[in-house]
């Protein structure tokens, strides 16, 4: 009672056959998941944020607070 050989020619042909596209779908899966429930949230939350934003009302404030040494505050 002999054990049967393996068949391991055009095993890893077989094998990228199967596994290939299963990896490019899941990676495609993976990077439409990404785009959709990180990327789109992130650039919403940046456009909300700029579209409020008051860059001279900030430029004041941190020039108050003494942040800047070329920019004195008004006060001195």
Do not use: C, N, W
């Not at 596994?19 to 949230?41: D, S």
């Amino acid at each position: 009672m002999s054990l049967v050989k393996p068949a391991m020619r055009g095993l890893l042909a077989k094998r990228l056959r199967f596994h290939l596209p299963i990896a490019f779908g899941l990676a495609l899966v993976a990077a439409v998941a990404f785009k959709f429930t990180v990327t789109e949230p992130r650039k919403q939350a940046y456009a909300d944020f700029y579209k409020h934003y008051d860059s001279m009302k900030e430029f004041s404030a941190m020039r108050e607070a003494g942040v800047f040494e070329s920019v004195r505050p008004t006060g001195k």
